[in-house]
């Protein structure tokens, strides 16, 4: 097995090739979670492993409470299917939380005054209530409590690991917050094992082939708790060892036939990329710092032959989209071809007309 086979498997396993799912829920729980702290992208990324997708489809399971946008795993926003938000959140939000709080102190942020921002905002969001995030600062302003220095951030964050809070529909073209427990209802608590055991198929199904130390990574477990996850499930997959590095798959693994000039346009923070401490299967080292900058910022990615090959980006103008490309080597007629072919897939996600500009002739 060879790194491009375990870039391409990832690609089939992760939805991308071809999906067999047609809901946003269905492939969101799939997923597990999904990065989502690039809000516009993280839509696209859904929209990319789902057949004949749309903005406004997706759009509409966020407005619908069928997916939700919040703080778990690590400390950023994902995507998670309603279903499995309160799991996760028992299982991840402890750490994170712990892991905030010298940054919280900083912040003069206290357990009293956390305590009295949830329950402002609880009662703000009350009674089916969903606000932005301008008008939670002027209900915290009001009440004489600081919103500066990302205090802000910091608080909403917090009714978010608290389970008080969540993403809510969009306003006025603006996201909002809402109650968690009236947005979903509260389900049937589960022991932890049980929550680690579910982390853990989740991932090593939707994203394999991955490693040990890549769930670690992706899931903010600690090394003790992600190993324990594992051996759950690990009757489940077989595993192969690649030099210093144990990959696990599922019992259904089987390495894709070659298909030459497969392409795709991936957004910023993708899954494909995101989902692994080791990128190298898919982006080699002397490509990485072109496509994740020195601060951690994932951009969005041309995928050839289940290899990153080059970047993307995306102007909207009116009721046009202007794709331009920035490939890290000259590319073919016909690569070109393919990559105008996504774009235009892109530009229908979005309902609107495609222009293509490439920097490399």
């Known amino acids: 097995m060879t790194l491009i086979d375990i870039s391409n498997i990832r690609l089939i396993n992760q939805q991308i090739i071809t999906t067999k799912f047609t809901t946003v829920k269905d492939i969101v729980g799939w997923m597990g979670a999904m990065q989502a702290q690039d809000y516009a992208m993280v839509k696209w990324a859904i929209g990319a492993r789902l057949s004949n997708s749309t903005n406004e489809v ?21 995507f998670v299917s309603a279903e499995d938000i309160y799991w996760l959140l028992e299982l991840t939000a402890p750490k994170i939380k712990a892991s905030l709080r010298l940054r ?30 301008e008008e939670i600062v002027a209900i915290l302003q009001n009440a004489k409590i600081a919103t500066d220095e990302n205090r802000t951030s910091h608080i909403l964050m917090r009714a978010e690991l608290d389970g008080i809070v969540c993403s809510g529909a969009i306003k006025d073209k603006k996201q909002t917050y809402a109650l968690l427990s009236e947005r979903v209802p509260k389900t049937k608590s589960q022991t932890r094992e049980e929550s680690l055991e579910k982390i853990a198929s989740r991932y090593f199904t939707s994203r394999c082939p991955a490693t040990l130390q890549d769930f670690v990574w ?8 992600a190993r324990n996850a594992l051996e759950m499930v690990k009757a489940g997959f077989i595993s192969e060892k690649k030099g210093s ?15 030459n000039n497969s392409t795709y346009l991936l957004p910023a923070f993708d899954e494909f ?7 190298s299967a898919s982006l080699p080292l002397a490509n990485f710092k072109k496509a994740v900058s020195d601060n951690g910022i994932f951009r969005p990615i041309i995928v050839i032959n289940g290899q990153v090959l080059g ?7 009116n009721d ?7 490939f890290f080597q000259p590319q073919n007629k016909s690569i070109k071809n393919l990559v105008e072919e996504k774009a235009i897939a892109f530009g229908n996600f979005l309902g609107k007309k495609t222009d293509v500009k490439h920097s490399i002739e």
Do not use: C, M
């Open 245 to 259: 590095e144990t990959y696990w798959f599922t019992n259904s693994f089987s390495v894709p036939q070659s298909d």
């Open 104 to 133: 919280h102190q900083g912040l003069e942020l206290t357990e009293s005054l956390i305590n009295k921002s949830n329950e402002l905002i609880q009662k703000a969001l009350l009674g089916g209530n969903h606000l932005t995030r």
């Open 273 to 279: 990329l995101i989902s692994y401490k080791d990128r």
């Open 311 to 317: 970047l993307w980006k995306r102007t909207i103008k």
């Open 320 to 326: 046009k989209v202007i794709v331009e490309t920035d």
């Open 218 to 225: 992706w899931s903010g477990l600690s090394v003790s708790d």
């Open 58 to 78: 997706i759009e509409k399971a966020i407005d619908q409470g069928e997916i939700i946008r919040t703080h778990l795993l690590r400390p950023t926003w994902h």
